[in-house]
């Protein structure tokens, strides 16, 4: 008679050392990634975009007050010349047939705009110079230090813009003298140095506006 302490299958005794649950999972020993991580972003740490920090010229803006002086300073004195050394309306040849001297008065704006309008022309231009050039000394100082293109072109518009007011301002008219044609077929409106510094700053910041300004505030 089988003996009932006997079974098919003898059970063997566990370790009592072994404190592994039975149902635990097997651990991941997947690498973990080489780079940091933001949230969910998966951007390495060292490749993060910053936006770069923009500094105004501040009391730099001093610099540019030096180069509009500049400008002014060659301004009026080319044109003390031009009075004491032309006469009116007479052309002096000095690289023919492209450019003269010729002494010429401007009562109104550019291109002689508004030169016959009776008087109330001379404080309404001299007004709107006026404020230009005030707008042009705040916004040098706001202005990023690292746009040097902007800066200078600001520099050389508030040179010109206070030359021309000085003239209205003394003379009532806006002295001219740089004459510059092909022989007799074509004329451009004769002007002088201040307005060359408003329409080389302006181009300047057109440039930066086109070209440069959004390099800056791109974030890198």
């Known amino acids: 008679m089988p003996n009932s302490t006997d079974s098919p299958e003898t059970e063997q005794p566990s370790d009592p050392l072994d404190t592994t649950p039975l149902d635990s999972a ?13 949230g969910r ?3 390495p740490k060292g490749r ?14 001093f610099t540019w007050y030096l180069l509009s002086l500049v400008v002014l300073v060659i301004d009026q004195w080319s044109k003390w010349l031009a009075e004491t050394k032309l006469t009116f309306h007479e052309p002096v040849p000095v690289i023919e047939p492209f450019l003269n001297w010729t002494l010429a008065y401007n009562y109104g704006a550019a291109f002689s705009f508004l030169a ?9 231009f001299s007004g709107l110079a006026f404020a230009m050039s005030l707008f042009l000394l705040i916004y040098l100082i706001k202005a990023p230090r690292n746009a040097k293109l902007l800066s200078t072109g600001l520099a050389l518009v ?10 209205r ?4 008219h ?3 003298f740089i004459h510059v044609h092909y022989a007799d077929a074509w004329h451009y409106p004769i002007f002088n140095i201040a307005d060359m510094g408003i329409c080389i700053g302006v181009a300047m910041i057109v440039i930066d506006m086109l070209f440069l300004e959004k390099k800056r505030e791109a974030p890198r």
């Open 26 to 38: 097997p651990l991941d020993k997947s690498p973990e990634p080489a780079h940091a991580t933001t």
């Open 174 to 176: 806006v002295i001219d």
């Open 41 to 43: 972003s998966s951007t």
């Open 116 to 124: 016959d309008a009776g008087g109330w022309q001379k404080w309404f």
């Open 158 to 167: 508030l040179g010109g813009a206070i030359g021309n007011l000085i003239d």
């Open 48 to 61: 993060l975009t910053k936006t770069p920090k923009i500094v105004a010229n501040g009391s730099r803006a």
């Open 169 to 172: 301002l003394l003379h009532g």
